[in-house]
């Protein structure tokens, strides 16, 4: 079939691959000069496990609530009217946590992650990609957890499978010899074979290489409009209109807006985080693997000689410099005081950047038919959108095929 595949970001390059592998004629649309350059830009780099992603929504939250103290800056903040749309988000966000609708998904979330790993390996294997990989994540702790907090921590992890050392404070600094001495930490939980690395570099990668294999590329060109038909579906970019057999949707911000002319409303939301990248100044003061500090909200991932400190959730804030200078000052901060003297603090070497990941209410993404004949979905990944690009991509790419997959469906479809 000729298919096209709608944004660019880490989940659109996955998602032009699988179906480059599945023998369709692909082409890949992006609206901005290249590939990810919108949410998928300066992302926090971490990739497996989904259960200990800060801004997923398996991740320890409720467990966060049987001990665990967050400062504000770590919760999601939304701001607006009583009867805003960010608000109303708001209220449907909370009530799946209170329901516990994502302990209830963390079956299909876990075999959707484990495609993606597969995927990822496989074409690792094919391809000489530089995703500035890195092995190892720290979990620490800086207050001692209940009893019954930890318990729930170490039995998910066991339960899913991933090997985990609970760690003394002395262990965790043999283990990270560039924790301050000083540093408030009562013990922590290491995670030896979790993954993080730089998803930007390895959509490039990805890129170069689909295009070498046929992949039709199409930068700077935004879609205005869908229409789809007995006949296909045909896309609007500009003056230019072109006939799909079907069209896959991995735009972020813009598939609301392309999708409600048709009657289907993605109740999405923007929720905002904020990163700090720098060089690293010293080598033995500088973290060896990932640290993942669920209390606190943020994650430092390694990449290369840089290092990139994420964190912050916000929603309906706009264009406030305040908010985002506190952002700034917030990570350095609680960077250099698990890390001190580890990166070169001056400004003109910091790289700042605030991306918006689109969200469902319940976390997860919404990957299937979108009701509409010949236009599927693969959108809304929010916090997991690198850690499930490739098997969201592929099971996927099963669906238009026609095939068994190995993740439940229903799980992640719209109409869920």
């Known amino acids: 079939m000729k298919l096209a595949v709608i944004g660019a970001g880490i989940v659109g390059v996955a998602t032009a691959f699988e179906l480059l592998e599945d023998g369709h004629e692909v082409s890949l649309y992006e609206r901005h000069r290249t590939v990810a350059e919108g949410a998928s830009f300066a992302q926090a780099g971490l990739l497996w496990p989904c259960m200990a992603n800060p801004w997923g929504a398996a991740a320890f939250a409720d467990a966060l609530q049987l001990g665990f103290s967050r400062p504000g800056f770590a919760a999601l903040d939304i701001k607006g009217s009583l009867l805003s749309s960010t608000t109303r988000w708001g209220r449907r966000h909370r009530k799946h946590a209170k329901l516990g609708a994502a302990v209830d998904a963390l079956p299909a979330l876990q075999a959707l992650e484990a495609l993606s790993m597969q995927r990822m390996q496989q074409v690792l294997e094919r391809f000489e990609l530089d995703g500035q990989f890195?092995?190892?994540?720290?979990?620490?702790?800086?207050?001692?957890?209940?009893?019954?907090?930890?318990y729930?921590?170490?039995?998910?992890?066991?339960?899913?499978?991933?090997?985990?050392?609970?760690?003394?404070?002395?262990?965790?600094?043999?283990?990270?010899?560039?924790?301050?001495?000083?540093?408030?930490?009562?013990?922590?939980?290491?995670?030896?074979?979790?993954?993080?690395?730089?998803?930007?570099?390895?959509?490039?990668?990805?890129?170069?290489?689909?295009?070498?294999?046929?992949l039709d590329f199409r930068p700077n060109q935004a879609i205005d409009a869908m229409q789809p038909g007995a006949g296909g579906v045909q896309l609007k970019s500009g003056a230019e209109t072109t006939r799909f057999d079907a069209v896959v949707v991995c735009a972020g911000a813009q598939a609301p807006s392309l999708l409600q002319p048709h009657g289907i409303k993605l109740p999405t939301a923007a929720v905002e985080g904020f990163t700090i990248s720098a060089p690293?100044?010293?080598?033995?003061?500088?973290?060896?693997?990932?640290?993942?500090d669920l209390e606190r909200g943020y994650a430092l991932t390694r990449f290369g000689n840089r290092l990139r400190i994420s964190g912050g959730a916000q929603l309906g804030?706009?264009?406030?410099?305040?908010?985002?200078?506190?952002?700034?000052?917030?990570?350095?901060?609680?960077?250099?005081?698990?890390?001190?003297?580890?990166?070169?603090?001056?400004?003109?070497?910091?790289?700042?950047?605030?991306?918006?990941?689109?969200t469902m209410p319940d976390g997860l993404p919404v990957v299937g038919p979108s009701g509409l004949p010949g236009i599927w979905l693969n959108t809304a990944h929010g916090g997991y959108g690198w850690s499930l690009a490739m098997g969201s991509a592929r099971h996927l790419a099963l669906q238009i095929a026609g095939a068994e997959s190995p993740v439940d469906s229903a799980a992640f479809a719209l109409q869920r």
């Open 280 to 292: 690293i100044a010293e080598e033995t003061l500088a973290p060896r693997g990932s640290i993942v």
């Open 134 to 150: 890195t092995q190892s994540w720290l979990l620490p702790f800086r207050k001692e957890p209940t009893a019954a907090a930890l």
């Open 152 to 214: 729930e921590l170490t039995r998910r992890l066991s339960a899913a499978s991933i090997e985990y050392e609970q760690l003394t404070p002395e262990q965790a600094r043999e283990r990270e010899p560039g924790l301050a001495s000083d540093a408030a930490l009562s013990g922590a939980l290491h995670l030896p074979q979790a993954w993080a690395g730089n998803g930007r570099f390895f959509a490039q990668g990805l890129l170069h290489a689909l295009v070498e294999q046929g």
């Open 317 to 358: 804030h706009a264009s406030d410099e305040t908010r985002t200078d506190q952002a700034g000052h917030y990570l350095i901060t609680e960077l250099l005081e698990l890390f001190p003297g580890s990166i070169q603090r001056a400004e003109s070497t910091l790289q700042h950047w605030q991306g918006a990941r689109m």
